[in-house]
Nanobody, 119 residues
């Protein structure tokens, strides 16, 4: 059974940095690289919004708020997705979720990791 396990969330002051990780389990051997992997975030009462995506083809896409501050990367050999975040702002406070998607049938989410940016 596929599981995505996020880690790395923490309380950091404004201007700080964090690296989130998402480790994938249960993928059929050799299939993980075929998945588009992404980070999303959500605050209470709001929709889950895209932060960054690293496609199976090697393309990356960022939300406007993430551009220039966040970097998404993936290591297919160990099935881990990363999100390096810098210059964090209070408005970045959210629960960050990892997503793995392949076509329309395969769409998996992790349980989330909390990022709080506050002095």
């Amino acid at each position: 059974q596929v599981r995505l396990v996020e880690s790395g969330g923490d309380l950091v002051p404004p201007g700080g940095s964090l690296r989130l990780s998402c480790e994938a389990f249960g993928f059929t051997p050799g299939t993980y690289p075929n998945y588009d992997m992404g980070w999303y975030r959500q605050t209470p009462g709001k929709d889950r919004d895209l932060v960054a995506v690293f496609s199976a083809g090697g393309f990356t896409k960022y939300s406007d708020s993430a551009k220039g501050r966040f970097t998404i990367s993936r290591d297919n050999s160990v099935r881990i997705l990363y999100l390096q975040m810098g210059d964090l702002k209070p408005e970045d406070t959210a629960t960050f979720y990892c997503n793995a998607k392949f076509g329309e049938m395969f769409d998996f989410w992790g349980q989330g990791t909390q990022v709080t940016v506050s002095a």
